[in-house]
């Protein structure tokens, strides 16, 4: 092993640089030495071998669940499920994380960002360029929160998603041309999606609904929709009925403002096109 490679697997093994990291590599040793490969584990913990690889590189959020399975499997007398608690620390901020468990429960999510495009339809590239940019410890925890929050869309009933981005974030080069180039590609797959639609406001409407700045609504299975807020510092999750009927209204208004959806994927495919020459 050369020194570069000794101090990638130290930097990878340290629970204070990255607690995710190390309990991907925690995983990887204890399943080595248990003689199993990375299938073999995903077929006893009930999951995919493609989830497996990515917890071990780090590049996904392991559930408590998952954790408790790998406990069980190689006999490791829960240090698993003792960890999780740490890498979901890391990952999620403490006020966001109210947000992502009712995330999982939407049956439908609309809103309007003034920015950057919707976390949930983020490639990894582009996520990782948003938060490098500000140079963030815990930036490789936060590319794997974002990516771990796309798997609601493999759920057996995936929520509805209705995205209003303002054209500025689409023409707002972050990582790169090439990067950026996928990233309009990706949101030009999805809007393909009868399950998804993207709406772009354009520039020129000028003065819009909601001018302050991006929200999030949820609509749930169960009880009243709720709203998530970005802020400077930290972002609010709001459940006071005036407020989210106040944000209904503004993303009604927002949609009426916004080109139709066809128009919209034509504009971002031909953004794409512009990137690729």
């Excluded at 092993?1 to 990878?12: I, K, L, V």
């Excluded at 991907?24 to 006893?44: D, F, N």
């Excluded at 399975?69 to 109210?98: K, M, N, S």
């Excluded at 309007?112 to 949930?120: M, R, S, T, Y």
Aim: with cysteine.
């Amino acid at each position: 092993m050369t020194a570069e490679s000794e101090a990638g697997a130290d930097f990878r093994s340290n629970p204070q640089v990255s607690t995710l990291a190390y309990f991907g590599t925690e995983l990887r040793i204890k399943r080595e030495e248990a003689g199993l490969s990375q299938t073999s584990l995903a077929r006893q913990t009930f999951c995919t071998h493609s989830l497996v690889s990515r917890v071990e590189s780090a590049k996904r959020i392991p559930t408590q669940e998952f954790a408790q399975r790998c406990d069980e499997v190689l006999g490791t007398g829960g240090t698993f499920l003792r960890l999780w608690p740490l890498v979901i620390q890391h990952a999620y901020p403490d006020w966001f994380r109210p947000f992502v468990e009712l995330e999982k429960d939407a049956k439908e999510i609309w809103g309007f960002e003034a920015q950057v495009f919707p976390g949930l339809l983020q490639t990894e590239e582009y996520a990782r360029a948003m938060f490098d940019a500000g140079s963030l410890p815990n930036a490789d925890e936060l590319v794997a929160a974002r990516m771990t929050r796309q798997e609601i869309f493999e759920k057996g009933m995936p929520p509805e998603v209705w995205a209003i981005i303002d054209e500025n974030a689409l023409r707002r080069v972050i990582g790169g041309p090439q990067v950026m180039r996928r990233q309009l590609e990706k949101l030009a797959e999805a809007a393909q999606d009868p399950r998804i639609t993207v709406q772009v406001l354009p520039l020129d409407i000028g003065a819009h609904a909601a001018l302050n700045g991006s929200f999030t609504g949820l609509s749930l299975e169960e009880g009243q929709d709720v709203l998530y807020v970005e802020g400077i510092v930290r972002g609010h999750v709001v459940a006071e009925p005036n407020d989210v009927k106040a944000a209904r209204r503004a993303y009604d208004l927002l949609r009426a403002d916004a080109l139709p959806p066809r128009a919209s994927v034509k504009m971002i495919a031909a953004m794409a096109k512009e990137l690729s020459s």
